[in-house]
């Protein structure tokens, strides 16, 4: 079985060498020359190479059965080259290839504005953002690809957190400041180890469709950067209500779905990482 990861980061590091102690042979990506030493240490073959070159798409693809796709947004990148250009490549050059499952992670934020109520993957999507907006165009490029010998499955995720991106060390920059409004809105994360299962979970049981991928645990931020703040010593955050918060989102995501599908998390709520 062959498996490649595009845009082998933070996340399709850990799945690469989930895969490689399953037997698949993996072949990673990366848009980075110098990281080509350290994606060799994890994958069978490292490659550089970008969504817009779809040539060296086709040719990467050409023929694995399984394609991970976690592209990232570097800084000076926009968002349609880096996600919306990949999509149009990935949709294009697929059926050439030998590909049978296709997953690719997106984001909890293009439901929009819901004032904290639920969401489902059935619940339409109101992009408000023209960030957003391209991920929404890029998903469904993506989605629209499946085919009966290709499954496409979309994971939605929430904040990342784990190794390296401990929940301390994402609050410390706001111990002691002041942020606007009141913190009342939902915060939905999901830790790396679930982000690895769910889709390794999804390449063995060949899942298609939307899944939001987000632990069963979602307070309030002020309740979560309250926690995280006394835990670990940082000075406390104030909040301003007279400044309205610039957030453009607000949502409690279900994560039922995938649950019913026959996933189990393995850290659904906060309780061993703070």
Same mark, same amino acid.
Request: with cysteine; proline share 5%.
């Given at each position: ?32 020359? /110098?990281? =080509?030493?350290?994606?060799? !240490?994890?994958? &069978?073959?490292? *490659?550089? #190479? ?88 890029? /998903?469904? =490029?993506?989605?629209?690809? !499946?085919?009966? &010998?290709?499954? *496409?499955? #979309? ?95 607000? !949502? ?23």
């Amino acid at each position: 079985m062959r498996a490649a990861i595009i845009g082998c980061g933070y996340v399709g590091t850990q799945v690469a060498q989930r895969w490689r102690q399953q037997g698949l042979t993996v072949t990673a990506t990366t848009t980075s020359p /110098e990281r =080509l030493d350290e994606l060799t !240490a994890v994958a &069978d073959r490292a *490659v550089v #190479l970008t969504g817009n070159q779809s040539d060296a798409l086709q040719d990467c693809l050409a023929d694995q059965q399984t394609a991970l796709v976690c592209v990232g947004s570097k800084r000076q990148a926009s968002y349609e080259d880096t996600y919306l250009q990949t999509a149009k490549n990935l949709a294009a050059v697929l059926p050439e290839t030998s590909v049978q499952q296709l997953v690719y992670t997106s984001t909890y934020s293009v439901y929009g504005q819901h004032y904290g109520r639920w969401v489902t993957e059935a619940t339409p999507v109101e992009p408000v953002t023209d960030k957003a907006k391209v991920l929404v165009a890029a /998903e469904q =490029l993506l989605l629209s690809a !499946a085919r009966p &010998d290709l499954k *496409v499955c #979309l994971f939605r995720l929430g904040g990342i957190y784990g190794p390296g991106r401990e929940l301390a060390r994402i609050f410390s920059r706001s111990a002691g400041q002041t942020r606007p409004g009141r913190g009342e809105t939902a915060s939905n994360w999901v830790h790396l180890d679930d982000i690895v299962g769910a889709i390794d979970f999804a390449r063995s049981q060949s899942l298609a469709g939307i899944y939001n991928l987000v632990q069963d645990e979602i307070p309030t931020v002020k309740a979560l950067i309250d926690r995280v703040c006394a835990r670990h010593g940082l000075a406390p955050v104030s909040w301003e209500p007279s400044q309205p918060s610039a957030r453009p989102y607000n !949502a409690r995501v279900s994560n039922q779905k995938l649950k019913a599908a026959g996933y189990t998390f393995q850290r659904p709520t906060f309780e061993s990482a703070l």
